[in-house]
């Protein structure tokens, strides 16, 4: 093929690829993939913005439940599908910044096989105990914890979730080596806290404003770099010295590597404005979560920051998954 013919091939496919952006997204409804089941926090985001984004594109948007392994299950089952902006993935700290780094293997490459096309929402985490315990704040909790070395543990959601690493980071930011007792979910996690057998939870505002406004449970810090405008007189863990234990959460679209630019650019586009809606601010608000919406470009490079975090803990706490 000589040059003239080789142009003309480069410009034939160049129209070709404009042409395909374009008519997306015509064809066939959209599946958004959810890594867990659904009542939880991450199926409440793709819930919430679900009904706005098929009305902003024009096209059904079909909810497609696969949990497990942390949300590894369907992150891997994306990096399968064509990246032709049919199917997407309502994606969150555990399955792309933590979970992979668990692994002897990992499953796949959080940075490099997905195309990242926006963040809906970002939030602290908030450290709670039981309404009995004698510390004011975890800076207190730390030094009770301190005084009562081999005799305390904190509970999680699981091995390898967002509520184990930030337990790992509380010790690693302390030099303590609270005890880490996993359970399966936030549920009995909370449960297990309100009866006594563990001392300690970091978890979501979604899953723990509701028994924190109710009593049941008490707010030590959030874990953000500001205040938690649902909890105004909790302090965050920056104010009270333990800066190092500072992280939040996300929640984002993803799409398989290679996604077309201009369909990128679309869903990134139409996904801000559905974010920009008071209604769905409100939503989310009410949940305990923030939406914070970042573009494509910005998106990625959180998250490449956030792996680069959480990959170093991993290493430095010698964790893995059995």
Do not use: C
């Not at 793709?46 to 392994?69: F, H, N, S």
């Not at 399968?80 to 992979?100: C, M, Q, S, V, W």
């Not at 509520?163 to 980071?169: A, P």
């Amino acid at each position: 093929m000589n040059l003239k013919h080789w142009a003309a091939a480069l410009a034939l496919a160049g129209t070709a690829t404009l042409a395909f952006a374009q008519a997306w997204p015509a064809a066939k409804p959209i599946r958004l993939i959810v890594g867990y089941p659904p009542g939880g926090g991450i199926d409440f985001a793709a819930r919430t913005v679900q009904v706005p984004l098929q009305e902003a594109l024009g096209q059904q948007i079909v909810m497609d439940y696969k949990p497990g392994a942390s949300g590894m299950i369907a992150a891997t089952e994306l990096t399968r599908a064509a990246p032709d902006g049919y199917t997407l993935l309502l994606a969150n700290t555990g399955p792309f910044a933590i979970a992979p780094y668990l692994q002897a293997k990992k499953p796949y490459d959080p940075l490099t096989q997905f195309t990242y096309i926006g963040q809906i929402s970002q939030g602290s985490y908030i450290a709670v105990t039981r309404p009995d315990h004698p510390a004011k704040d975890l800076k207190d909790w730390v030094q009770w914890a301190r005084a009562n070395t081999g005799k305390v543990n904190f509970a999680s959601g699981g091995t390898g979730t967002s509520t184990h690493l930030n337990g790992e980071l509380m010790n690693q930011a302390t030099g303590l080596n609270v005890t880490h007792v996993p359970y399966k979910g936030s549920a009995p996690a909370i449960q297990d806290l309100l009866g006594g057998q563990t001392q300690l939870l970091i978890d979501a505002g979604s899953v723990l404003l509701p028994q924190v406004k109710g009593g049941k449970l008490k707010a030590l810090a959030v874990t953000g770099p500001q205040r938690d405008p649902q909890l105004p007189d909790v302090p965050t863990v920056r104010e009270l010295g333990l800066g190092a234990m500072e992280s939040v959460g996300f929640q984002g679209l993803v799409a398989p590597a290679g996604l077309p630019q201009a369909i990128t650019d679309r869903l990134s586009a139409e996904l801000a404005k559905v974010l920009a809606q008071p209604e769905v601010k409100a939503k989310f608000a009410g949940a305990g979560a923030e939406v914070h919406p970042l573009g494509a470009a910005e998106f990625a490079d959180f998250v490449k920051a956030d792996n680069e975090k959480w990959a170093r803990l991993i290493r430095e706490r010698k964790l893995q998954l059995d």
